[in-house]
């Protein structure tokens, strides 16, 4: 896969990357080319640091594992093969349908469609986690404390919560990039970026295609947002759900370390 994008947050895998509310039809219009577009990414390395973390965070090794914006579920097939129970909810239906056909036969494993903003499982976990930056589709102060106290609620007392977040970067990036896949299938993702320093939001304007030969088989025109939030204002927030950041750093092999200004899409442990 070849990539340019405009220096600092590098392309859409950061503030862009993940299943929204906003961005709900663009990723049920893409869902069978998601995993495709992030063959790159090493998701069991992301797992381990996931494991790190719980070890470091809580006194004995989780046994049940929520994970919100669950996407096509790579992380939660991973976390359910190494013994976890593990339940994924997310938004868009179509990426939902993706996860399930991963998961057909696997135990341990389940997934349900709600909003990450009032979803109400019923039930208690004993770690909480969001990758991929879904976090970052919570666009307003008032979205972010109803998924927070949401999060709260679905807590264990003495649970964690790891999420990534986008951390706000000294020079955002603006301006025209694009995502390109030889294939098959082909796909071609022009997009632009603009950021709003007032309301903490960086948007972009959209084009998708996916092209199977000479045919188009799949389009999508259309603009969302997501939101970078500071590290003081994330604690503030954290803290008025009712919980406490514990760490906040950049992810790297199997642990997590000393948090780097210029990293885009770093990790916040959270405990109640």
Known sequence: MESRSAEGRKGLSSANDSRSLVAADLFDRIAQYYDVLHEDVDYAAQCSTLATVFAGS??????????????TGSHARILAERGYRVTGIDSSAAMLRVARAKARGRQHLAFVRADMRRFDLGRTFDAIVCMDGAYTHLLTERDLLAHLRAVRRHLRPGGVYVFEFAQALKAETEGPGWIYREGPPRIVWLYDLAFDRRRHLVTARNRFFALEGDRVRRTFVGTYATRVTSVPALRRLVARAGMRIVRVGSTGGA??????????LPMAVAKR
């Open 58 to 71: 809580l006194h004995r090794q989780p046994a049940s594992v929520l994970d919100l914006g669950c996407g």
């Open 255 to 264: 642990r997590l370390r000393r948090l780097r200004r210029d990293d885009p």
